[in-house]
């Protein structure tokens, strides 16, 4: 059975496709915490990818998957240390994934590369500047990771290499931003704006990761789900309540709080809020055969149960 | 949007207690044309570009008291307009884009079948609250090319006014007479194979006379222009208000030009200026046609 390494495995994401892969792949994880409970069969080691003991995992190991998906996506802690983490992670990541012959890569990226402007069209492919750093510098690290993967990809053709830019993840199990957003209770938005955006459901995204590794893909493909409304619809559907609040109040309110440590997401998150980032789907549809088989309103309901 | 939507509603039932018989009858007719469109919504009621005719059928009923009531619109040779695909470019003046309002009214009552017009706005518009809400789910986008040949590729009916800004902001020493056209509709035109229908807009050069155009001010205020015309800013917002004239839109044959739309721009030129010529004629035509501004 062929190996496959996932960065960030006891996360939501992580443990989903470990249970999507396992019957396929011997699967073995790394985190930087510990996945309690997690199946025997799974080897989970807890190390930090930048240190000599995941270098020293992968000479042992020898997987011939990997995916990464172990990143920091939340502006708790230290923002030199998230980028440190992300970024040199990933950069040594990749070039262990080349020194010990991995033959196939993920690395998990996002539609928040792309950045929110007003001058965005719908539908942005995947040749579209990845703007973000522009008006949300908090989040330049994972630009710079989709950079770097992109560069390693071109670089090293006998690694397929692909990397994924879902829209915003949604489910039990997920913790993207968006999902984060929508089980607060009182959503705050823009007064005045309601962008359109895209959701995917979580079993979707781990059916394109696993659906990637299986037809040995490279490439870098955006991750769309079924359909695509208005914030404020969203926010209804999960059964929140949205709080417009004028734009220059909110703005220097989320600069103040963020910065006093009582805001989970710096100013540059609003942008996402007043403008749409919707990506076209149809090279992943084509390449691989990929189509959500979760609705929109199936996707709402799974984020709906929330405790 | 909840709070949002009910401020507006409000205002529209405080309109509807002024005009109730008109407006009423305008919704009636509207929301009868909307039902005849073949538009691709979700489950949720909006199409893959934000269009929400649930939201906009309300503002279209007012377009259609504007249309009917106030500026007494009459269309020429509407059914020339072709089914699928297909860009409408007009002249533009009069300072507020009633013009594109009252085409896209006309497409709406008059064609048949009805069209829903996708309006390609002015990359300001979506920093605007409230107001960029209101014009995607009226079914209006950014002006990208992006955009534009995505819609396109839909087979909706895109408008497009390719003086822009030069046209809506002119001064009235220089109605009807065309400003420069932009090429990008042309190649967007010629990259998807859409026939274009010139549009000559008779009434919308005289609606709210440009005596100037502060734009060194309007360029430190981050405004696109600020014109000052015979009643703005001299009577404040309501100066705003076009004058009652009556608005004349004639539709000309249909144009098809060939091509990859990588052409050298003189070659673009060339087709565009084809475009000009043919509004032109239609615009004297119209001129010459009609009794008075206002009649």
């Known amino acids: 059975m062929e190996k496959v390494l996932i960065t960030g495995i006891g996360s939501g994401p992580g443990r989903l496709l470990t249970e999507r892969l396992r019957t396929r792949f011997e699967v073995l994880g790394v985190d930087r915490t ?6 025997a069969e799974v080897a989970v080691h807890v190390l930090d990818l930048r240190k000599k003991g995941f270098e020293d995992l992968l000479r042992t190991e020898r997987p011939s998957h990997v995916v990464h998906m172990g990143f920091i996506r939340h502006f708790k802690g ?3 240390r998230r980028h440190e983490i992300n970024v040199r992670g990933t950069k040594q990541l990749l070039d262990h994934c080349h020194r010990y012959e991995v033959t196939n890569l993920v690395v998990m990226s996002s539609s928040y590369v792309y950045g929110a402007f007003p001058e965005n069209p719908f539908y942005l492919d995947e040749d579209q500047p990845l703007s973000a750093s522009r008006s949300y510098p908090e ?6 990771v989709d950079t770097m993967a992109t560069g390693f990809l071109w670089r090293h053709p006998e690694i397929r290499t692909t990397v994924l830019r879902p829209v915003s993840v949604l489910g039990p199990n997920s913790r993207s931003m968006m999902a984060e957003y929508l089980r607060q209770e009182r959503a705050p938005t823009v007064l005045g704006f309601d962008p359109m955006m895209q959701f995917l459901h979580e079993q979707d995204l781990t059916d394109a990761i696993a659906m990637t ?5 490279a490439g870098v493909y955006n991750v769309v789900g079924a359909g695509q409304v208005p914030l404020h619809t969203a926010i209804e559907e999960t059964g929140g309540v949205a709080w417009p609040i004028p734009e220059p109040l909110f703005r220097p309110g989320v600069r103040m709080l963020f910065g006093a440590g009582m805001a989970p997401w710096p100013p540059g998150a609003i942008d996402y809020l007043k403008y749409p980032v919707t990506l076209a789907g149809d090279a992943l549809a084509q390449a691989i055969g990929f189509k959500a088989l979760f609705g929109l309103e199936e996707t709402f309901r799974s984020l709906r149960g929330r405790g | 949007m909840a709070r949002k939507r009910g401020l507006f509603e409000t205002f529209q039932e405080r309109i509807g207690a002024v005009l109730p018989s008109a407006l009423q009858e305008a919704q009636t007719r509207v929301d009868d044309r909307l039902a005849k469109i073949p538009t691709r919504l979700n489950e949720y009621g ?6 929400h005719p649930e939201s906009s059928r309300r503002s279209l009923a007012t377009s259609t008291l504007f249309y009917r009531h106030y500026f007494r619109t009459e269309t020429f040779g509407i059914e020339k307009v072709p089914s699928g695909r297909v860009l409408l470019i007009a002249n533009h003046a009069g300072q507020l884009p009633f013009d594109g309002m009252m085409l896209g009214v006309s497409m709406l009552l008059e064609a048949e079948p009805p069209r829903l017009v996708r309006g390609m706005g002015e990359y300001f518009i979506p920093q605007l609250p409230f107001l960029s809400w209101a014009a995607e789910r009226g079914g209006n986008l950014v002006g990208t090319p992006e955009n534009c ?3 396109l590729e839909a087979d909706e009916c895109v408008m497009v006014f390719p003086e822009g800004a030069r046209g809506m902001n002119k001064t009235w020493d220089h109605r009807y007479e065309l400003q ?7 190649r967007l035109a010629l990259q998807t194979e859409t026939p274009i229908v010139p549009i000559g807009i008779v009434g919308s050069e005289e609606q709210q006379p440009g005596l100037m155009n502060l734009e060194g001010l309007a360029k430190r205020l981050g405004l696109p222009s600020l014109p000052v015309t015979a009643t703005f800013p001299l009577l404040g917002p309501l100066g705003l208000l076009p004058l009652p004239v009556r608005y004349r839109i004639h539709f000309g044959e249909p144009l098809h030009f060939e091509g990859s739309g990588s052409e050298e721009d003189d070659v673009v030129q060339r087709k565009v200026n084809e475009v000009r010529a043919a509004i032109d004629g239609l615009l004297q035509e119209g001129r010459e046609q009609r009794a ?3 009649r």
Do not use: K, S, T
Not at chain 2, 46 to 51: E, I, K, M, R, T
Not at chain 2, 180 to 186: I, K, Q, V
């Open chain 2, 149 to 151: 040949v995505a819609l």
């Open chain 2, 292 to 294: 008075g501004v206002f």
């Open chain 2, 46 to 51: 909006y199409d893959a570009f934000g269009l």
């Open chain 1, 34 to 39: 510990p996945w309690e409970d997690h199946p």
């Open chain 1, 78 to 80: 230290d923002p030199n």
């Open chain 2, 180 to 186: 420069r056209f932009g090429l990008g509709f042309m």
């Open chain 1, 139 to 144: 989040i330049r690290d994972l630009v710079e």
């Open chain 1, 213 to 217: 590794l299986e037809q040995d893909l």
